[in-house]
């Protein structure tokens, strides 16, 4: 939400400039007046088109600030057979998540959805690698659940305490 208002800012300067050459030109003045009350309509057309969009998930293939990511957290995904692949990414360099959708291929949602279950049963997350190439290698799945952190180190130096461990009770 936080490029809305200024992406907004630049329509609305680009609209003035053009209003103002519009109104300057030399034309009559139904003209000028018509140019004048559309450039006046547009307005909210754009901010309704600017905030409409920010329900809805971005192709991956019109991904352009992030487009060298090298991987992305999967945090939720949802698939409609035909359709695509929707994913909600978290990226290493953004604090906020974004929705992306993947046009729909029958490998890739297997392998999300093995992804998924191998996360699940590790307690991990899924990653997504390359997320925005429109890579052709299928050498490398594109989902992959992280591994198990490994368990902290034990320490050997120190001797078990007895009350830490009694043991099984035994009966007199």
Known sequence: MSDI???????????CILATHSIWAPRRMRV?????????L????????MVLLLSKPKPVNLEWWQANAEEATVLGSSMREGH???LWLQMVDLVEPRSYVLPWSQELAQQLQDALREAEENGTAVQMRLPFEPSL???EPKFYAMPQPAF???DRDQPVAPE???GPARDA
């Open 42 to 49: 547009f307005l909210p057309l754009v901010y309704a088109a």
């Open 84 to 86: 695509g692949i929707y």
């Open 137 to 139: 290698d299928n050498r």
């Open 32 to 40: 000028k007046i018509s140019a004048l009350l559309t450039t006046m």
């Open 152 to 154: 902290p180190p034990k």
């Open 5 to 15: 208002p200024g992406l907004f800012v630049v329509a609305v300067v680009l609209l």
């Open 164 to 166: 830490l461990y009694a």
